[in-house]
């Protein structure tokens, strides 16, 4: 070029520009026709000054203006951007940005000017020059797909994103409108339109646009750290192009796979790289009970089973039969109940039972972990390496870290299998890491004392060689938006007294039985507003105050077996009325709600002999739709005190 970039002219006649657009140029700037020189030379003497462009991609004012250092000089834009400013990585404009085009389409290479190459080679090839456009929507495939699209006055997205999608359209080939609706029913829910919520939520939480891409995994092996791409939109401009995979599939590892050893290396060292992933698997649902008649696998049958199955039968909404057998390498996902026999068949026998019963979204428990959708369960499988191991007892449950739901769903399960199945105690029992202490205490009480423990991860993948597994033995339906039933909630009466007189046996260490417990509730879901108030009137009628959350089994269970009066709210810690003597006096608080089921706490009152009695508060609103039985509530302290009153000693 003749001009240095310093801006000393050798000549008006030698000024070159492979930016400059002469045609666009004079379209742009009517007035330079009329000038006595060539629409270059006009812009490299005055036009400039006035703040003309040269190009349609090269900004004089804003990059004078963005750029103050080359104002200051009095140098001519144009030329220190071709001559120095590309090379820097300056801006030519607010819309064109170097880097991301030279990271898109020049290899990083820095001898080449981006906007050079754009306006000779890139726009005659579709590239984009800025990561705003690229984009997940397809204009041009949305409208040779949908010809009412093609028809309507509406531009393509604002037809997606207004009515397309309510019609089940897809945005692209790479998006799958329906499946995302039903693998995120949050989305679904809330009415809010899936390509909207991905792009601006979704994809920074991971959630699949689709079965066959995984944005945890696209952005950990395809994407720099420092990059602002959406996963999706990089593969569909870049990635396709360039040979990225999409995803991985975990199952392949643990049941064998048609690829390569390669292929499963790389997936081992994806899934170490990657612990904060997730994957989802897709699979058909089998009981335990069908899929024992299925492959002809021995069917172990304890003593207590008849009994259960009777019980269940006339008492329980989802009655189920009882087996009990050794899976052959399977995959077990710890904290929930699901068990893959095949990369696309699991076994769940609660979700079994209730299948075609109640609506699919009342079918899972952890609805973060799992969706249900077309008969099939989708699991959410954290991303790590772990060891396969050669055996063990299945003692994994949705919800199995709260409290409640392990005492009565879990709890029995293993008391019945250490006195009635006879297993080896070489063989380890399964548990999750997660889970309390006072949870890992009661294990130590119930199981054989030569049987180990081994602690696994939660929502991750484990081989097993030989699985030992029992049917459940209770059912807690966890309806927020149903309409309780008594039915709905189920454990057998014999099996859960002889679990909880094997721990009171263990852990009480005296004989008291006078004593008045209030449990304080504290701020959790269901909080009571007004506990304060409720609390000064328990004190006045001689009530202990206590706070189970920092307490040891054996003090949980001393507490309780020696009190003759207990009042709390439903929640975890009131189901340790369980080690209440037969006859003593039990208050437990509820919000006044139509869904408001106690016929958890009305069952243990059975089974023990309480005497229970349910008090109801008004909702503060802080929680209102589906989820408003989790609200905060406010218990009247004046009706409080008079019930006390009435209590006798």
């Given amino acids: 070029m003749a001009l240095s970039w310093f801006g000393r002219r050798e000549s008006v006649a030698d000024i070159e520009s492979t930016l400059f657009d002469a045609d666009w140029y004079l379209a742009r700037y009517p007035e330079v026709a009329k000038a006595k020189k060539s629409p270059i030379q006009h812009f490299m003497t005055e036009g400039w000054q006035k703040n003309f462009n040269p190009c349609e991609f090269f900004d004089t004012a804003w990059y004078l203006s963005q750029y103050p250092d080359v104002g200051e000089a009095g140098l001519n834009p144009l030329i220190h951007y071709e001559s120095i400013g590309y090379q820097e990585n300056r801006l030519p404009s607010q819309d064109f940005d170097p880097v991301f085009y030279r990271a898109a389409y020049l290899e990083q290479d820095d001898n080449v000017n981006p906007l050079q190459h754009y306006l000779e080679i890139g726009r005659h090839n579709g590239n984009l020059i800025n990561e705003q456009q690229v984009e997940t929507f397809n204009a041009a495939w949305y409208l040779a797909t949908y010809p009412d699209a093609d028809e309507s006055d509406l531009d393509p997205r604002d037809h997606f994103m207004q009515v397309g999608w309510r019609k089940g359209y897809d945005p692209s080939p790479m998006f799958d409108t329906m499946w995302y609706l039903k693998c995120n029913p949050d989305v679904r829910d809330a009415g809010w339109n899936p390509l909207e919520h991905y792009e601006t939520v979704g994809n920074f939480e991971n959630r699949r646009p689709n079965k066959g891409f995984d944005p945890a995994f696209y952005r950990a092996v395809h994407l720099s750290n420092e990059t602002k791409y959406e996963p999706l939109s990089h593969y569909i401009h870049f990635g396709d192009s360039q040979g990225n995979v999409p995803c991985i599939t975990l199952m392949d590892a643990a049941f064998g796979t048609s690829k390569s050893a390669t292929e499963t290396a790389d997936q081992i060292w994806y899934r170490s790289q990657n612990p904060g992933g997730q994957e989802a698997i897709e699979a058909e649902i089998i009981s335990l009970g069908n899929y024992i008649k299925q492959v002809q696998l021995i069917d172990q049958r304890a003593p207590s089973f008849e009994q259960i199955e009777s019980e269940w039968k006339h008492e329980g909404a989802f009655p189920s039969t009882l087996h009990s057998t050794i899976l052959q390498d399977c995959c077990v996902v710890p904290g929930t109940s699901t068990v893959f026999v095949k990369r696309n068949l699991v076994i769940n026998d ?165 004593r008045k417990i209030y449990l304080k509730r504290g701020k959790l879901r269901r909080a009571i507003a007004n506990e304060t108030e409720l609390i000064d009137v328990a004190l ?87 989820h408003s039985i989790q609200d905060d509530y406010t218990i009247d302290p004046v009706e409080f005190e008079r019930c006390l009153a009435e209590w006798p000693d």
């Fill in 350 to 514: 609660e979700i079994s039972r209730m299948q075609g019963k109640v609506p699919d979204s009342s079918l899972v428990k952890n609805w973060e972990t799992g969706q249900f959708s077309d008969a099939k369960l989708i699991t959410n499988c954290a991303l790590r390496v772990n060891p396969s191991i050669e055996c063990g007892i299945h003692l994994f449950k949705e919800n199995e870290s709260n409290y409640s739901n392990f005492l009565v769903e879990v709890a029995p399960k293993l008391s019945l299998l250490e006195s009635q199945l006879a297993i080896d105690p070489s063989v380890p029992l399964l548990v999750s890491n997660n889970l309390a202490d006072t949870v890992y205490d009661l294990i130590d009480i119930l199981k054989h004392p030569c049987r180990s423990v081994l602690r696994l991860h939660p929502f991750s993948l484990y081989k097993i060689r030989r699985l030992y597994m029992i049917s459940d033995l209770s059912h807690i339906v966890d309806f927020d938006h149903l309409l309780p039933k008594p039915e709905h909630c189920f454990f057998p009466r014999k099996i859960v007294s002889e679990m909880v007189e094997k721990v009171i046996t263990a852990k009480r260490s005296s004989d008291r039985v006078d």
């Fill in 540 to 626: 006045k009628y001689g009530f202990e105050i206590v706070d189970m959350a920092d307490l040891s089994l054996a003090a949980q269970v001393n507490y309780l077996a020696s009190a003759r009066q207990v009042i709390g709210a439903t929640g975890a810690a009131f189901t340790n009325i369980l080690w209440c003597n037969e006859n003593t006096k039990v208050m437990v608080f509820f919000s006044r709600h139509p869904l408001s089921n106690a016929s958890f706490w009305e069952r243990i009152s059975e089974i023990k002999g309480l005497q229970l009695q349910v008090m109801y508060g008004r909702r503060v609103g802080k929680i209102t739709g589906k």
